[in-house]
């Protein structure tokens, strides 16, 4: 049973932009706190960025300025774009629905690939 399913991610040059996104079923969306994670090769997975269902955010210092976070309540879907994009941004990038630091609920993973 699919509750979360991200897309979005790809190969893109230093100083480019993607754009994520993360439709999850309802009762999962409406209820919880929503957020990205990303997991680079041989590295611990971080949390990026956050949403509140009321729109409250948190960034991660390594992205603010770069990333932004918003969700779609009507369309149950949260989004990430990313701009200005670094070579160690490459990661593998999961989206979540709980609590920041033990998400009840992930989806598969979407890898972002930045080239220098």
């Known amino acids: 049973q699919v509750q979360l399913v991200e897309s979005g991610g790809g190969v893109v040059h230093a100083g480019g932009s993607l754009r994520l996104s993360c439709a999850a079923s309802?009762?999962?969306?409406?209820?919880?706190?929503m957020g990205w994670y990303r997991q680079a090769p041989g590295k611990e997975r971080d949390l990026v960025t956050t949403?509140?269902?009321?729109?409250?955010?948190y960034y991660a210092d390594s992205v603010k300025g770069r990333f932004t976070i918003s969700r779609d309540n009507a369309k149950n879907t949260v989004f990430l774009q990313m701009n200005s994009l670094k070579p160690e941004d490459t990661a593998m990038y999961y989206c979540?629905?709980?609590?920041?630091?033990?998400?009840?609920?992930w989806g598969q993973g979407t890898q972002v690939t930045v080239s220098s």
């Open positions: 979540a629905a709980g609590p920041t630091k033990a998400p009840g609920y």
């Open positions: 309802g009762s999962i969306f409406s209820s919880n706190v």
């Open positions: 949403i509140s269902r009321r729109g409250s955010t």
